[in-house]
């Protein structure tokens, strides 16, 4: 068996960079400007490895290249990195129809597993849109699908919306 040194660098700005001015920028216009590269992506994008590919009001797109280092004990992408890149692409298509001074934040999160995911597998794209933005909950939906349109895990999630205080 072949031995390789295996390793990864991870590296962030710092999270103040990213963070959200809920104040002063809508939701879409925070996501819109990450995707450009104006805003530093939070760390978290950094550490799994997802990038934002679409956003629109009510639609976001983020994509990740699974790779092993998101491998679980059976050498498949971990259902955690599965369910954040699901979680992610909903509530950032919540947040992407959110006018300055709301915000959003996941409240649960339901995710159908289809079919095994490897480095093999190469880029998913997660794609999610609203079902129904209330005043304070919000319902939406995600798919993940490879580059030939093939599921491999789709996910519900309600989010609560609420006001950001402005001190």
Request: with cysteine.
């Given at each position: ?43 978290v994008a950094m550490l799994v490895g997802y990038k934002i590919s679409e956003v629109d009001n009510g639609y976001a797109v983020f994509e990740l290249n699974p ?101």
């Amino acid at each position: 068996m072949e031995n390789i040194d295996r390793k990864r660098t991870i590296v962030w700005e710092d999270p103040k960079n990213s963070a959200r001015d809920a104040a002063s920028i809508s939701g879409l216009d925070y996501l819109k400007s990450i995707k450009d590269g104006r805003i530093n992506p939070p760390p978290v994008a950094m550490l799994v490895g997802y990038k934002i590919s679409e956003v629109d009001n009510g639609y976001a797109v983020f994509e990740l290249n699974p790779e092993e280092y998101h491998y679980n004990p059976f050498s498949t992408v971990h259902g955690g990195i599965i369910t954040t890149l699901l979680d992610t692409t909903i509530t950032a298509s919540v947040l992407s129809t959110l006018q300055k001074g709301i915000s959003c934040s996941t409240v649960e999160i339901k995710v159908n597993f289809i079919r095994s995911i490897t480095a093999k597998t190469k880029i998913l794209r997660c794609e999610a849109k609203p079902i129904h933005i209330g005043k304070r909950l919000a319902t939406a939906e995600g798919r993940l699908k490879d580059k030939n349109g093939n599921l491999y895990a789709h996910g519900i999630s309600t989010c609560s919306i609420f006001k950001i205080r402005i001190a």
